[in-house]
C-alpha cells in the first residue's frame, strides 16, 4: 500500500504532455507506431523556450541562492554577461536562454 501512495504522488507531478510521451515512447517500443511518428512525439513534447525578463534572471539566480560568479560558472558564461542580463543591456538566447528555462523549472541542479 505505502507503494501505491509514493506511485500516486510521483504521477501528480507529470504533465499531460510528459504522459502523452511516455505513451507514446511505450507503443514505439512495442513496434505499434514507427520512429518517423515517434519524432513528431518528440518534438511536439519539447517544453517551448519562454524569455525572461531581467528582473526575472535575478529572482531565478537570487532563489537558487546563487551569487553571479557561481550562477556564471553554473551557466558557462562570462560575470559581465549575468550582470548584463540582469541590468536588462543584454538578453539571453539560444542556448542560455534554454539553460535558464531549466534552471527555472528545475533549479540548478537540473543542469549541474
Known sequence: MNTKCNKEEKYRHISLRENLHDMAKDLYDAGVIDAKTMRRFDEKCLPKVKDLSPA??????????????????????????????????????GIALKL???????????IS
Open 56 to 93: 526575472q534572471i535575478k529572482k531565478l539566480r537570487l532563489r537558487e541562492k546563487a551569487s553571479q560568479p557561481l550562477f556564471v560558472r553554473h551557466l558557462n558564461t562570462s560575470p559581465s554577461t549575468v550582470k548584463q542580463w540582469e541590468q536588462g543591456l543584454k538578453h539571453p538566447s
Open 100 to 110: 535558464l528555462n531549466v534552471v527555472e523549472q528545475k533549479g540548478l541542479a537540473g
